[in-house]
């Protein structure tokens, strides 16, 4: 794998999957994926557009991309492999607004996005192929971090400096 910056991986069918990133000059769209059993990596279809400060995440036998930066805009579209095969990409709804730098969480089969420079919250339901709002954060928030613990959806916030 190559030098990258802000790239975004994920774990499905016994593999970690690398996608987007920057790599010091402009925005990524490759994908690199990682056996473990023969400890390799390797290039598999590239996304269709470059981005970087996105998420990944897998919702039942289906990996999404979702949302990022490409070197001149925040991103709403959404990306899905999966029913044909993990190298095929294809669109599914896009989020309501653009998104960078936020955390991503799956809570009872939906995917939850969260801030990316605002406070906003949605929800995917990849049954409807639909995006509903949440309510929103207390405050903005980027360069967070989301988990689910044992069925709760938990959001938190990361700082680099001293916490407030």
Excluded at 112 to 137: H, K, M, N, T
Aim: net charge neutral; proline share 5%.
């Amino acid at each position: 794998m190559g030098g990258r910056m802000v790239v975004v991986d994920c774990w499905t069918a016994g593999k970690i999957y690398a996608s987007g990133g920057f790599d010091g000059e402009k925005v990524l769209r490759s994908v690199e994926m990682y056996s473990p059993s023969h400890e390799t990596w390797c290039l598999v279809r590239s996304l269709p557009s470059p981005r970087c400060s996105h998420q990944m995440a897998v919702v039942g036998d289906r990996m999404y991309i979702i949302g990022g930066y490409d070197g001149r805009r925040r991103l709403s579209t959404v990306m899905c492999a999966g029913d044909e095969g993990p190298l095929f990409w294809r669109l599914v709804c896009p989020m309501r607004i653009g998104r960078s730098t936020f955390a991503a969480a799956l809570f009872d089969g939906e995917l939850y996005v969260i801030g990316g420079f605002d406070a906003e919250v949605e929800r995917y339901c990849p049954s409807s192929d639909s995006w509903q709002p949440v309510v929103p954060l207390n405050e903005a928030v980027s360069a967070m971090a989301a988990c689910t613990l044992k069925g709760l959806a938990i959001s938190r916030r990361f700082s680099a400096g001293a916490e407030r």
